[in-house]
């Protein structure tokens, strides 16, 4: 097969049992012969193919295609960049743009690949080979085959794609890349090849790739680095695989590339047109000859930017500027030669021959179209066509597609053009994508546009107080409603494209939004929490919650139960009870929370230590925890995640899915914690991450990135089964705020037999320094002040150790000087029977005496209001007269027993256990400070 890469055979030494070693200096690097023949002594580094990836792209929105080089049209088919990879489009009227995602494998599973030399390679229905032939540069030589080393951290994160080709017949992709160590992957496009596969990676290139370009036969691809690479190199495809044909310096700023013929090239750029000859001679480096170069007399076009170039036939091309110049290069004499043709125009942006021979030149978003013969004339006007408004954005690259035009613009739209109309076949997104939910529906949103399904919505966005920008900050879909909430705080409710409702529901950004049973909260870095009620198009604030210390994350609602997750380390645990949201129960954490999701019974959070932890949402109970890392250990910083439940070969998995800070995305086993699958596939940070429920087939991962792409993967074909677990004008009106007194609260939850903390106010306490027992877990110590942290929540386990029993609390400071006092047995036995009493109630060593002090002032002072309005008198109120009496002299340093106490019989006075223990615990400040002040008088 002439169009077949196909590479020599692995020629490994009888005694090399293991990884192949780099070459030596004193190895010869392995080239491909001119002659077909095999150099002995040589070394092939051939990947195999392993299995096909976990996670695979099934589908892209948007586009991060945005100049001629990252966009390439051949009859039929579209290839364009989006993220690392590149998406190939076969276009039909009927099934419009059907695609296929191209993006090399990640580092882990190339060098995992380099052990599984005894796979036999596969061809596909194209004839290529399942095995990577693998183009390195060294210092010995130009060309390395030896295999690459153990790649660093840095080195393995996903690139930007910055250069895309198809092949004339269509048979080969080639995609560029830019950052450390670029590299050229060659892909084939066999309906039945791995598109993580390449059949030859080429990295050559220092810096990044800025063109790829096949020749017209597509046996030479040309490869130009960016500018501070500035190599050009031309390579050789053949049936015995890739060589370096030729190579030489570029280092003008090159805007666009094209062949002329099999053996012409030009390049044009600022200030720049050369002319590339490809000549086979005997010699040089290993073969590898030198590309030799001419430049025409520039005449005017000496000071202009040359933006395009279209080839007419194999001597003729024609050249457009940013400064309006069209010109025609003729390279049939020896020196080539550059006639101006047209000047004084609007900027032309780009150059293109239809199928009628005529030439397509782009003027921003103009289109005009001239006969052959009139731009091949040696007189021309100095004013070219006048174009024809096609798109409202300026068009960065036109191609003829069949019988029509096909156009990318500024704003990374794809369309076709017919008849000087244009439809758009692939929508790019106007900027970064901000975030991504999945509520009744999938919400998607820039800076200032948010997407829901096939709607598009813009709301009025004003000014912030410091006059910068606003920005929409999230979104969420309520099924025909769309809540949107901005920087500045305002909430905003549209239906069908309009807004309905809007209300000033925060001071600051809203962070997050959940809906549930026609309720939807929101939070804000405020550290508010808003409820509002939502009825036909409008709503109705119902409650404000306040507690947390710091910006509010994220919020989750299920089962009436609302999770708050904050920055200030804590998560926030709500109970509807009465028609109010009163305060159950507040989770510490040791590191602050990045996302938290709520599946069955389980309250998973992650966090900035790199740890995964499992609560139990009965009790609030730390179940276990365990650490994202890579394959070699090291951990990963995971920033969101979701869990699916998911079967394959009859046993059922769960497993994490999360996004990292490099970009990439892993499946996690939820038992284990083992590392399952690592893709990669945005380029730049990725914003947002949902689990779409699908059929009994497969599941849907769906990303957004800062790239303008969203990615939708598909877990298969190992997944068999999916049951995925769901989780108007601007106004200057003052923020709205309902919130519920704590002493309602608190009557609210005692009427209801809720369990609550007796303070509604959810203030984590200060870490601070403490020993570590032999599990990891923080050895608690008692403080002077109230503590809202669970006495049920253990402390995080380390490396999934079971969990250690729970370790007695340590005595109060007021136990810890009756000790000190008398060491006498009977003493310490009584203080730690009293200390067990006291444990068992709900209550013990929760609440300060300035709480309760506060609550009776509040309870006697309703009781004199009461008492006054009615005639009730007459009745007994001796037994409230004891006690407040006996409250009384307690306060003036008396015994504080009432009267009916004191004439009980001496025995039952002298030592009353509970009592006693209670008067100690509840004013046990006060005696530790008498204590010791007796103590110190002693001592002077």
Not at 238 to 259: A, P
Not at 295 to 317: D, F, H, K, W, Y
Not at 597 to 602: F, H, K, Q, S, Y
Request: aromatic share 6%; charged share 20%; with cysteine.
């Amino acid at each position: 097969m002439s169009d077949d890469l196909r590479p020599y055979q692995l020629d490994r030494p009888a005694n090399q049992t293991g990884r192949p070693q780099p070459l030596g200096p004193g190895d010869s690097p392995a080239v491909s012969p001119t002659n077909g023949t095999k150099p002995a002594g040589s070394k092939r580094n051939l990947i195999p193919a392993t299995e096909r990836s976990f996670l695979t792209v099934s589908n892209t929105i948007g586009a991060s295609a945005s100049s001629n080089m990252t966009f390439d049209v051949q009859r039929q088919t579209i290839a364009y960049t989006a993220g690392t990879g590149a998406v190939l489009g076969h276009y039909s009227t009927s099934l419009g743009l059907k695609q296929r995602y191209f993006c090399l494998r990640n580092t882990d599973q190339l060098n995992a690949s380099f052990e599984a030399f005894q796979i036999t390679a596969t061809r596909d229905s194209y004839g290529f080979s399942s095995q990577t032939q693998y183009l390195g540069a060294s210092e010995e030589s130009p060309v390395d085959a030896s295999p690459p080393k153990m790649p660093s951290p840095v080195k393995e994160r996903a690139k930007s794609a910055t250069a895309v080709a198809i092949r004339p017949d269509g048979r080969l992709l080639a995609l560029g890349e830019t950052g450390h160590s670029p590299k050229i992957s060659i892909f084939s496009t066999a309906p039945d090849s791995d598109s993580s596969c390449p059949v030859a990676v080429i990295t050559q290139h220092s810096f990044g790739v800025r063109f790829l370009r096949w020749s017209p036969c597509g046996t030479f691809l040309a490869s130009l680095g960016t500018l501070n690479d500035g190599y050009l190199h031309i390579w050789h495809v053949q049936d015995k695989g890739v060589r370096l044909h030729s190579s030489n310096k570029c280092i003008s700023q090159v805007e666009d590339m094209r062949w002329l013929s099999d053996k012409i090239l030009i390049t044009v750029g600022d200030h720049h047109v050369r002319v590339w000859k490809v000549e086979d001679k005997e010699g040089g480096l290993q073969n590898i000859q030198v590309l030799s170069g001419r430049n025409p007399v520039m005449g005017l076009v000496n000071n202009v930017t040359c933006t395009s170039v279209c080839p007419i036939n194999q001597l003729e091309a024609v050249i457009g500027s940013k400064e309006g110049l069209v010109a025609v290069l003729n390279v049939s004499e020896e020196t080539p030669k550059l006639t101006i043709r047209w000047q004084r125009l609007s900027p032309v942006s780009a150059v293109c021959m239809n199928s009628d021979g005529e030439i397509c030149m782009a003027f921003g978003g103009k289109i005009a179209v001239v006969s052959l013969d009139e731009v091949l004339q040696e007189e021309g006007e100095d004013f070219g066509p006048i174009g024809t408004e096609v798109q409202q954005s300026p068009i960065v690259s036109l191609a003829e597609f069949g019988s029509r035009l096909v156009c990318l613009d500024s704003n990374r739209d794809i369309s076709l053009i017919q008849d000087m109309k244009s439809q758009s076949i692939v929508q790019g997104q106007q900027g970064i994508i901000k975030g991504l939910t999945l509520g009744m529906s999938q919400v998607f949103w820039t800076a200032d546009r948010v997407t829901c399904d096939d709607t598009s919505i813009k709301p009025e966005l004003g000014k912030l107080n410091d006059e910068s920008d606003n920005e929409i900050s999230h979104a969420l879909s309520l099924g025909s409603d769309v809540a949107i909430g901005d920087r500045s705080g305002r909430l905003s409710l549209y239906n069908e494209g309009s807004c309905k409702f809007s209300t000033q529901a925060h001071q600051a950004d809203i962070t997050g939004m959940a809906f549930h049973d026609g309720t939807l909260f929101t939070c804000s870095r405020d550290r508010t929490v808003q409820v509002f009620l939502v009825s036909h198009s409008s709503m109705e604030l119902q409650q404000t919650i306040v507690g947390h210390t710091a910006n509010i994350l994220k919020l989750v609602v299920a089962d009436q139960r609302l999770y708050s997750c904050s920055a200030d380390r804590s998560i926030g645990v709500h109970a509807l009870t009465g028609g109010v949201w009163a305060p159950l129960k507040s989770i510490s954490l040791k590191s602050s929370p990045l996302d938290v999701i709520l599946v069955d019974n389980e309250l998973i959070v992650i966090c900035s230590d790199k740890q995964v932890y499992v609560y139990r949402t009965d009790k609030c109970e730390l179940v276990r925890n365990y650490k994202c890392a890579n394959s070699r250990g090291d951990g990963l910083s995971v920033t969101r995640i979701v869990l699916g439940k998911f079967q394959h070969g009859g046993i059922k998995k769960d497993i994490l899915v999360g996004v990292c800070t490099d970009k990439s995305l892993r499946l996690f086993d939820h038992a284990t914690g083992a590392l399952l699958a690592s893709e990669w596939g945005h380029s730049d940070g990725v914003s947002g991450l949902i689990l779409k429920p699908q059929s009994a087939v497969s599941a849907e991962v769906v990303t957004s990135g800062a790239d303008g792409c969203l990615f939708v993967w598909k877990l298969s074909p190992w997944v068999e089964s999916a049951v995925v677990s769901g989780s108007a004008a601007l106004s200057t009106s003052p923020v709205a705020r309902k919130v519920i007194p704590k002493l309602e609260l608190s009557s609210i939850a005692r009427e209801n037999n809720l369990d609550t903390p007796n303070s509604p106010v959810l203030r984590p306490s200060p870490l601070r320094k403490s020993a570590v027992d032999s599990n990891g877990s923080p050895m608690t110590r008692t403080a002077g002040r109230p503590s809202f942290r669970s006495k049920e929540t253990p402390s995080p386990v380390r490396n999934e150790r079971p969990m250690s029993p729970a370790r007695p609390k340590s005595p109060t400071r007021v136990s810890n000087v009756a000790i000190m006092g008398d060491k006498s047995p009977s003493r310490m036995g009584s203080s730690g029977s009293s200390r067990g009493i006291s444990s068992g109630s709900p209550r013990a060593g929760n609440v300060s005496i300035d709480t309760m002090k506060t609550d009776l002032c509040v309870r006697l002072k309703r009781f004199r209001g009461e008492f006054d309005s009615k005639d009730d008198r007459e009745k007994d109120y001796s037994a409230l007269q004891e006690e407040l009496e006996a409250t009384l002299a307690l306060l003036r340093g008396g015994t504080g027993l009432p009267k009916a106490e004191t004439n009980l019989p001496s025995a039952r006075c002298t030592t009353p256990a509970m009592d006693m223990e209670t008067i100690v615990r509840e004013f046990g400040d006060k005696i530790y400070s008498l204590l010791e002040d007796k103590m110190k008088g002693g001592g002077e």
